[in-house]
């Protein structure tokens, strides 16, 4: 029987969002074994000792691009929307982007998102399926991913490497994009049902798809077997999306009553994840990159998202961190700012924050992660000082301990 690793003399958070409390936490192969008191290491046992610490679950981002090109250390200007996409003038071929992505990937790992729900790719090449697959082969160091196609926009002209293409639209079309990535092999699918200020003005306002494409791409999304995530921030976009049976929608900055009364009624089977993280550096860092704002629509955005979340947080909905990281003033590994945002903006206090980001998560990622309990992955933080009182601490990698992942140490106490 394989050796245990024990976590002792720390407080733990265990995801559930109950208070931290003094707990031993023991790991088996790569599994959590038990969570409890008076554990008794065996001598051939590991023992992480966890003094002055919190053993909590590992995080779970829920709007992640991995495929993106910047993360900290590595800033690439050329993908910086509405100022600079000459990124697409030069795309680095399929192998170039893999490695870009595991890079991107360690990253993440390294400031100790174990999982990750991917909010869509950047080209159409499935490069986070490769990606993926290596991860949980252990051929490359990162979260485990739930992969996602790149976003369809429903415009009857696509622009390409090769220039402009014409686009098929109507329920048909929308039914065969959805299944040709799931024969790709992507776990979601999304899609542009609103378009957005940064392509230009008014653009977030704009719903870009009927109902009978909705729900043309959510009868074809069942019959794949894969999930629907889409970009909404119309009010009339995220009501389509919600009766279409969308899983994930991302931003919903302009809900208004209606739609936030039908987002309620489908709590149970909705995730919002609002990439508050790039509206706040747009409005607060964007300017050093040259973007403007208030044009971008960011202003207005980040206004309507401190009134929206709130109250969606009062009806019980699952909102997640998860930031729409990857653009130069807004890089990957910056992601657990998104935590303090939900409390300064939203009015989360601590806790509830790690539970989102834990619990909630591990729901989202429809998987025995974000828990720690018996049975679980063994996606373990030791969290130097107390997260529960001060989030602020998981945006400094040298808190991190520990990071295990799955039972095995990516990062290890020193």
């Known amino acids: 029987m394989a050796a245990r690793v024990v976590f002792t003399g720390g407080r733990v958070f265990d995801g559930s969002g109950s208070p931290a409390v003094p707990a031993d936490v023991v790991v088996r192969g790569d599994r959590i074994e038990h969570v409890g008191t008076g554990i008794e290491p065996a001598p051939d046992d590991r023992v992480v000792d966890c003094r002055g610490a919190t053993v909590m679950p590992g995080l779970v981002e829920s709007h992640c691009h991995l495929t993106f090109p910047s993360a900290v250390g590595h800033l690439d200007p050329s993908f910086n929307p509405p100022v ?4 697409f003038h030069h795309l680095p071929s399929p192998d170039e982007h893999l490695a870009l992505a595991e890079r991107n990937a360690r990253i993440l790992l390294d400031h100790g998102f174990t999982s990750a729900y991917s909010a869509g790719s950047l080209t159409p090449v499935p490069t986070e399926v490769r990606l993926r697959d290596r991860i949980a082969a252990g051929l490359a ?50 899609l542009l049902m609103s378009n957005d200020d940064v392509f230009f003005e008014g653009g977030s306002m704009v719903t870009q798809y009927s109902a009978e494409e909705a729900n043309a791409a959510g009868e074809q999304a ?19 999306a919600v009766r279409a049976g969308f899983r994930s929608i ?23 994840s609002p990439a508050v993280g790039i509206m706040w550096a747009n409005v607060h860092e964007g300017a050093e990159f040259g973007i403007d704002a208030e044009k971008t629509g960011s202003v207005r955005s980040l206004a309507a998202m401190e009134q929206l979340y709130p109250e969606l947080r009062k009806r019980g909905l699952r909102v997640l961190p998860g930031g729409d990281y990857g653009f130069p003033n807004n890089p990957i590994g910056r992601n657990a700012r998104d935590l303090e945002l939900f409390v300064r903006l939203f009015g989360y206090s601590p806790a509830e924050a790690l539970r989102a980001t834990t619990f909630h998560g591990g729901q989202v990622m429809n998987l025995p992660v974000g828990l720690l309990t018996e049975g679980y992955f063994a996606d373990v933080l030791v969290v130097r000082g107390d997260p529960t009182a001060d989030v602020t601490l998981l945006q400094d990698p040298a808190n991190l301990e520990v990071i295990m992942q799955g039972g095995r140490f990516h990062k290890a106490a020193t």
Do not use: M
């Open 222 to 240: 069942r019959e794949s077997g894969v999930w629907l995530n889409c970009h909404a921030q119309s009010p009339e976009s995220i009501k389509l």
């Open 141 to 190: 160091a990162g979260p485990r991913l739930r992969a996602a196609s790149f976003e369809r926009d429903n415009n009857p002209v696509r622009l390409g490497p090769d220039g402009p293409a014409p686009q098929e639209t109507g329920p048909d079309a929308v039914r065969a994009f959805v299944r040709e990535q799931a024969e790709l092999g992507f776990d979601s699918v999304k």
């Open 84 to 87: 600079d996409v000459s990124f």
């Open 250 to 272: 991302y931003h919903c900055s302009y809900a208004d009553p209606e739609a936030i009364d039908l987002l309620e009624q489908h709590k149970d089977s909705i995730f919002l």
